[in-house]
């Protein structure tokens, strides 16, 4: 097989200069640019969310542990807050681990629904970071999560969300400059 025919066609660079190039034609984007841009929004957003909440009382709620990345940035930013980490499996390095009251283990379709005595408050800022690149998870994940939502959330508390979710009565917030407003959500509880 020739060598040309194991390049795949969507990395081959668009010449300008032909008659036949398209005018919406923008550069390829790597897996390496898609995830830093995605950690660059996750940054962005959760430091525009940490000052709409100053003024909110209330936890935090991580769903979606994971590798702590933006648990981490999340206490942080906020030394005074507690946060209440989410996840059904323990993949973090174990120096980033929240402690055994603030690490939710199980799904959180199910702890979300039954946090409230442990949690103790109603939540100021809830970062949800379950979502996938796959819109059909997507969509099912929303069907379930987005009604659990609001039962958590304090008046005039944040939503991070990187799939949209249907909140009645929430305002849905611009994200801040340097984030695709496809990418991630930004939504905000009423403040009555
Ligand atoms: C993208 S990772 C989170 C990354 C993390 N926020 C970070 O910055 O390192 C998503 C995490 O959500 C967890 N997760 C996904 N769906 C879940 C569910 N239904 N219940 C509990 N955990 C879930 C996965 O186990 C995974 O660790």
Same mark, same amino acid.
């Given at each position: 097989?020739?060598?040309?025919?194991?390049?795949?066609?969507?990395?081959?660079? %668009?010449?300008?200069?032909?008659?036949?190039? @398209?005018?919406?034609?923008?550069?390829?984007?790597?897996?390496?640019?898609?995830?830093?841009?995605?950690?660059? +929004?996750?940054?962005?957003?959760?430091?525009?969310?940490?000052?709409?909440? /100053?003024?909110?009382?209330?936890?935090?709620?991580?769903?979606?542990?994971?590798?702590?990345?933006?648990?981490?940035?999340?206490?942080?930013?906020?030394?005074?807050?507690?946060?209440?980490?989410?996840?059904?499996?323990?993949?973090?390095?174990?120096?980033?681990? *929240?402690?055994?009251?603030?690490?939710?283990?199980?799904?959180?379709?199910?702890?979300?629904?039954?946090?409230?005595?442990?949690?103790? /408050?109603?939540? +100021?800022?809830?970062?949800?970071?379950?979502?996938?690149?796959?819109?059909?998870?997507? %969509? %099912?994940?929303? /069907?379930?999560?987005?009604?659990?939502?609001?039962?958590?959330? %304090?008046?005039?508390?944040?939503?991070?969300? &990187?799939?949209?979710?249907?909140? *009645?009565?929430?305002?849905?917030? @611009?994200?801040?400059?340097?984030? &695709?407003?496809?990418?991630?959500?930004?939504?905000?509880?009423?403040?009555?």
């Amino acid at each position: 097989m020739p060598f040309f025919e194991l390049v795949p066609r969507r990395i081959l660079p %668009a010449d300008p200069n032909e008659d036949n190039f @398209p005018l919406d034609w923008s550069p390829p984007v790597s897996r390496l640019d898609s995830f830093i841009r995605r950690l660059t +929004a996750q940054k962005l957003l959760i430091e525009r969310a940490v000052e709409l909440v /100053a003024d909110v009382p209330g936890p935090v709620l991580e769903l979606g542990l994971g590798m702590a990345r933006t648990f981490d940035h999340m206490r942080t930013l906020m030394p005074e807050r507690e946060i209440f980490a989410f996840d059904n499996v323990v993949v973090a390095p174990i120096d980033m681990l *929240p402690d055994a009251h603030h690490f939710i283990l199980g799904e959180i379709r199910e702890t979300l629904a039954f946090c409230g005595p442990r949690v103790g /408050a109603p939540a +100021a800022l809830l970062h949800n970071d379950i979502g996938s690149g796959d819109e059909i998870h997507n %969509a %099912a994940t929303r /069907a379930w999560l987005a009604p659990l939502v609001p039962k958590r959330m %304090a008046p005039g508390g944040v939503v991070i969300t &990187s799939f949209t979710m249907e909140l *009645p009565g929430y305002e849905k917030l @611009p994200v801040p400059d340097g984030v &695709s407003a496809n990418r991630y959500h930004f939504y905000r509880a009423p403040r009555s």
